[in-house]
T-cell receptor, first 112, second 116 residues
Framework: SQKIEQNSEALNIQEGKTATLTCNYT??????LQWYRQDPGRGPVFLLL?????KEKRKERLKVTFDTTLKQSLFHITASQPADSATYLC???????????FGTGTQLKVEL | GAVVSQHPSRVICKSGTSVKIECRSL??????MFWYRQFPKQSLMLMAT?????????EQGVEKDKFLINHASLTLSTLTVTSAHPEDSSFYIC????????????FGQGTRLTVV
């Protein structure tokens, strides 16, 4: 069955460092992969999308890589700030209709 | 940006009663909306795809008679949890995507349902 795994343990880093979150998947051939941010008690907010034929995408302090051979995506936040503290979800999609399958999420805490 | 509004944000109901949750796309039309549920520290699990003017498509294991979905207009989908039980207590979230935004999903703020 399809499985999407993210770091189950919370990630604590110091302000100013780069946070790297991992998303691994099995038994899936996604056409695209997305990353979302979710704050407690709120719905997810879209951050970045990367397609199967793309290796890397950047947006301001965010960078996403996508390796379809390794079946893995890495999500980087550079120069992290306490305001970046949240849960980050990866989501895989295939084909039309925008039906997404989500990973369990990784909680990031950026400390002063 | 596109806005999806969900109401109510929190609801407490007695076991055996029904609860209706609304999901509205405020500044765009959505022929398709998605309903998810999320348990604490777990992933969003897709429950069903809501299709305007036709029946919803339910994921495997989701009871269609328990979770009634109505998508009567291009801006509104409702999820009714019928005969709610404590195990239905969860965080319910809807999403929709404007046609000009590709695959980017916009989520409502979620509804925390507590059945007592």
């Amino acid at each position: 069955s399809q499985k999407i795994e993210q770091n189950s343990e919370a990630l604590n880093i110091q302000e100013g460092k780069t946070a790297t979150l991992t998303c691994n998947y099995t038994n899936y051939s996604p056409a695209y992969l997305q990353w979302y941010r979710q704050d407690p008690g709120r719905g997810p907010v879209f951050l970045l999308l990367i397609r199967e034929n793309e290796k890397e995408k950047r947006k301001e302090r965010l960078k996403v890589t996508f390796d379809t051979t390794l079946k893995q995506s890495l999500f980087h936040i550079t120069a992290s700030q306490p305001a970046d503290s949240a849960t980050y979800l990866c989501a895989l999609g295939r084909g039309g209709g925008n039906k997404l399958t989500f990973g369990t999420g990784t909680q990031l805490k950026v400390e002063l | 940006g596109a806005v999806v509004s969900q109401h109510p944000s929190r609801v407490i109901c007695k076991s055996g009663t029904s609860v209706k949750i609304e999901c509205r796309s405020l500044d765009f039309q959505a022929t398709t909306m998605f309903w998810y549920r999320q348990f604490p520290k777990q992933s969003l699990m897709l429950m069903a795809t809501s299709n305007e003017g036709s029946k919803a498509t339910y994921e495997q294991g989701v009871e269609k008679d328990k979770f009634l979905i109505n998508h009567a207009s291009l801006t509104l989908s409702t999820l009714t949890v019928t005969s709610a039980h404590p195990e239905d207590s969860s965080f319910y979230i809807c999403s929709a995507t404007p046609t000009d935004r590709g695959t980017e999903a916009f989520f409502g703020q979620g509804t925390r349902l507590t059945v007592v």
